[in-house]
């Protein structure tokens, strides 16, 4: 399989983008040759996909790595970034994204250390494992049980005050905050904010095609820059092939996908916290993640939600360029800030 046509960008997202983005995009990827897709070799380059737009981010007082248990015990890896004031601290616990199979540590490096500084809080990242080779929802069950970890012995280890916690995250990593906030909920511990960008939310292995989606914008951005249909079903395939085709394990880890294929399913949008969604327009993703915040409002949370004109799935990653990524930055971390600081 191939990734899709990267030059030139597809005539009918073309009139929807902001001209500086595509200006960005024509110097830097447009001539950039398809190729099979090697996930090894993604892997290795996902963290600095969209560094050609990245702006320089400040330095925190102290930035580490430690071990958390996740799901079933095992440890996970988690990036701690200190702010300069002292604690204990508010804590931001993040969700990295890259579609369940790609990300790391470094993939939202540089949003996070703004979060920590204009925020004032600690973040904490969570390095979740990965499909294919863990079924999914791995990525959910280790975060959640890295979420209990923070909360429950966070005030120890890592300085930070497990009454003021905010989840936050992209893409997937926005789907995880969503879900970990109905966890939460059920778990007894309060989180007080989530804030995501361009979440993943529906189940699009429901569909053959972006036609029969019953979002406008799958049909619309269908050829998007950065994310289109035929890199969402790849992600979709590579996520669904984590799960064991028969065999004594896939009742279970069929039964473990539970509601959190498609976020719409979830069975009580009652008593969670308020949330901050923020959507791009030119992002086949940006329908679902509206419709969510539009069902979140329905059940009585408080909501903001707002879509950024004119840029692709990923623009976040782009603030040396984009002010739509400088905004989103600025106010992620306003929200934060007033929130946890309250």
């Not at 799901?71 to 931001?92: F, K, Q, T």
């Not at 292995?205 to 289109?228: F, G, R, V």
Request: glycine residues 8%.
């Amino acid at each position: 399989m191939s990734h899709e046509a990267l030059n030139p960008i597809h005539p009918s997202a073309l009139p929807h983008l902001d001209p500086v983005f595509v200006q960005l995009y024509n110097d830097n990827v447009a001539h950039t040759p398809s190729g099979p897709i090697d996930l090894s070799i993604l892997r290795t380059k996902y963290s600095v996909l969209y560094s050609y737009g990245t702006g320089p981010a400040p330095d925190c007082a102290r930035i580490y790595d430690a071990q958390v248990p996740g799901h079933n015990g095992d440890l996970i890896s988690v990036r701690v970034y200190e702010p300069e004031s002292p604690g204990p601290w508010p804590v931001h616990v993040d969700f990295h994204g890259g579609g369940w199979g790609l990300g790391d540590l470094d993939t939202e490096s540089h949003i996070l250390k703004h979060i920590c500084n204009k925020a004032n809080v600690c973040v904490i990242d969570v390095d979740y494992r990965l499909v294919p080779e863990h079924a999914f929802p791995i990525g959910i069950q280790d975060s959640f049980a890295a979420l209990r970890y923070i909360h429950k012995e966070g005030a120890e280890r890592f300085g930070i005050d497990p009454t003021r916690i905010s989840l936050g995250g992209v893409s997937a990593g926005g789907n995880i905050a969503l879900v970990c906030a109905h966890l939460a909920r059920d778990s007894d511990i309060t989180v007080k904010l989530i804030a995501v960008g361009t979440p993943t939310v529906d189940n699009i292995a429901s569909y053959k095609s972006a036609s029969e989606a019953p979002w406008p914008s799958m049909q619309e951005m269908e050829h998007a820059p950065t994310l289109n249909w035929a890199r969402l079903k790849w992600f979709d395939t590579l996520k669904w092939q984590s799960i064991d085709a028969k065999g004594p394990n896939r009742e279970s880890q069929l039964g473990a996908v539970k509601w959190y294929a498609n976020l719409l399913d979830a069975p009580d949008f009652t008593r969670l916290p308020r949330t901050v969604i923020y959507t791009a327009g030119c992002d086949p993703l940006r329908d679902e993640g509206e419709a969510y915040a539009k069902r979140l409002i329905e059940a009585g949370t408080e909501v903001i939600q707002k879509r950024f004109l004119g840029v692709p799935h990923p623009f976040m990653h782009m603030d040396k360029d984009l002010w739509q990524a400088k905004e989103f930055i600025d106010m992620t971390a306003d929200h934060i800030k007033s929130t946890l600081h309250a």
